[in-house]
């Protein structure tokens, strides 16, 4: 939205950054744990079911992911116009039994499914500043979030970051930065 304004003439003293806040005691609590991961590691979505939002890509690195993970899950958390091209996806890639969509999750239910995952996927194609980004993190989720808008201000990579940035409309790249983070 900054460099939209800045197109658009106004001038940089005029614009104040106000990013979205989160409720860090509302997704605070106990993770799953450790050795679970290691058998059966859950990889979670939360997102409007957009193809914006990049399914299609998550789906498409669920192969490689499987080879390592033979019971690894992708879990998504939402609604949406796409639900059926998800599953259609799935099945036409074999990999229909390695997905779960669990619908909308809200209020505690949120925080329970966020901590729940051992990490947290956004492969968005274009992005704001996401609420759902930011409570994953907040629930102590790892993350791999594509190089796109707000993603890039929240995940800070390296030894003691929080996750890991892809390129946008790379699935080969969501599954290396995935099996890298569960590694």
């Known amino acids: 939205i900054e460099d939209v304004l800045r197109e658009l003439g106004v001038l940089p003293e005029r614009i104040a950054r106000v990013p979205n806040g989160v ?5 605070a609590g106990p993770r799953r744990p450790a050795q679970a991961c290691a058998d059966a590691p859950r990889i ?18 669920l192969p490689s992911l ?12 939402g609604e949406g116009m796409e639900r059926e091209a998800i599953l259609a996806r799935a099945r036409e890639r074999g990999v229909a039994h390695a997905l779960e969509l669990v619908g909308l999750v809200e209020g505690e239910a949120k925080s329970a499914f966020l901590r729940s995952l051992d990490v947290f996927l ?5 992005e704001g500043f996401s609420n759902a980004n930011l409570e994953a993190l907040a629930a102590g989720c790892p993350a791999v979030m594509t190089a796109v808008g707000g993603n890039v201000e929240m995940v800070e990579e390296g030894p003691d970051g929080n996750g890991l940035l892809v390129p946008p409309e790379d699935a080969g790249a969501i599954a290396r930065a995935l099996l890298a983070l569960l590694a």
């Open 23 to 27: 409720d860090l005691a509302a997704f």
């Open 44 to 61: 979670g979505m939360m997102a409007i079911l957009a193809a914006r939002k990049g399914f299609d890509l998550a789906v498409d690195a």
């Open 66 to 77: 499987l080879a390592r993970h033979p019971r690894a899950k992708l879990v998504v958390a």
């Open 122 to 126: 956004s492969a968005a194609r274009n």
